[in-house]
């Protein structure tokens, strides 16, 4: 399912990345629309383990007990210790450790944002790290308040790159996952019809090797072939039969 976003969304389209070689590069920002879809479909996923432990607590309920209670007949239950134990466990590490796990795991994605294509990095287009994985879902626990994410929602609407609390305290983005090569807007005179690689198409060699790795398969082959192509057609070069390979082979070019 392709990232997009309503009305909302528009507040923030696109973040502009700056290169080292000073090359501006556009990344188009999840909105508020396609976020919380994801959303919506990770807490159904946490539903499951969540539900298989609360099972056992309800089925292993007994009567309680107490000073007040014992043989008094009031039909009032308790669940036994240990399921108890365990639906505490699964629940704290369900809220605490299923986004942070997902992302570091899957470079920024959990199974909401990969569905909908939509990925977490950092300030500047970098993969996310796990500090910054951790520290973005630790600060949920503020960003929910005082319900249903009131806070975090504000700081969507409020912040210029849609971060909310957690975003802004990792120093990370989300964004939509690219269909085509993010295209850098050069600072200078225009390629020359043939000849070695310019600055700006070993700026985006560099910068498609860089972030291949945290692409899911399908998009990594359509930016590398697009890319490949684009590069050997200016080069006067047959169209590479393994693009991705090829842009590496460019990187060694004098």
């Not at 879809?37 to 383990?49: E, H, R, T």
């Not at 007994?62 to 009031?74: I, Q, V, W, Y």
């Amino acid at each position: 399912m392709p990232c997009y976003a309503g009305s909302v969304s528009e507040l923030y389209p696109q973040a502009r990345i700056e290169t080292p070689e000073q090359l501006s590069l556009e990344l188009r920002l999840a909105g508020i629309g396609s976020r919380s879809m994801a959303f919506l479909l990770d807490m159904l996923i946490q539903l499951v383990p969540v539900l298989a432990a609360a099972v056992p607590a309800l089925l292993l309920l007994r009567p309680a007990h107490g000073p007040f209670l014992e043989n008094s007949g009031t039909g009032i239950y308790e669940p036994a210790p240990w399921p108890l134990a365990v639906f505490g466990l699964v629940l704290f590490a369900v809220n605490f450790g299923y986004f942070a796990f997902f992302e570091i795991a899957w470079r920024g994605q959990t199974p909401g944002k990969r569905w909908l294509r939509l990925r977490v990095l950092r300030d500047g287009g970098f993969p996310i790290d796990g500090r910054a994985a951790l520290i973005r879902n630790l600060l949920r626990v503020v960003d929910i308040l005082p319900a249903f994410y009131a806070l975090g929602l504000v700081c969507l609407f409020f912040s210029r790159e849609g971060k909310r609390l957690g975003d802004l305290a990792a120093g990370t983005i989300v964004a939509c996952e690219p269909d085509a090569p993010l295209v850098p807007l050069e600072r200078g005179a225009p390629a020359p019809a043939s000849g070695p690689l310019t600055a700006a198409e070993t700026a985006l060699v560099h910068e498609f090797l860089e972030r291949a790795p945290t692409l899911d398969p399908g998009a990594r082959e359509r930016l590398a072939r697009r890319v490949g192509e684009a590069i050997a057609l200016r080069l006067g070069e047959p169209a590479p039969f393994d693009p991705e390979h090829y842009l590496a082979t460019l990187v060694d070019r004098p």
